[in-house]
């Protein structure tokens, strides 16, 4: 089971026990999170895509740790100007562990299936 999901402004396919690395969010490590924004879900073949979203699911997470991204470095030059500038950036990510996708109405058929099988 797969689902595309936006967090941050950005699309991101996880599974379950995923660790993905994402535009710094708010709160601190060891935090519970969850993603309302998932945009498709591929459950055993079964794929559900929203329009724009799929109601009803939810991704389920925790912020593992604050990081810094690699530097990237910008370098300006205008060639027989003797201009040259130099400076760098770090992103902020957040660490990020997937613990669930919960799928709409998956309990039901699960109590459903139960049910049946104790008749």
Do not use: C, W
Not at 23 to 52: A, M, Q
């Amino acid at each position: 089971m797969y689902a595309i999901v936006e967090i941050a402004g950005q699309q991101f396919k996880v599974e379950k026990n995923d660790e993905i690395f994402v535009h710094r969010l708010e709160g601190d490590p060891g935090t519970k999170i969850e993603f309302n924004e998932v945009l498709l879900l591929d459950n055993d073949g079964k794929v559900t895509v929203g329009k724009p979203l799929v109601e009803g699911s939810m991704i389920t997470g925790k912020i593992l740790d604050h990081v810094r991204g690699d530097k990237v470095v910008v370098f300006k030059k205008k060639r027989r100007k003797g201009y040259q500038k130099e400076s760098g950036h770090r992103q902020d990510f957040s660490k990020i562990l997937i613990e669930d996708i919960a799928v709409k109405g998956a309990k039901a058929k699960k109590a459903k299936a139960e049910e049946t099988v104790v008749e």
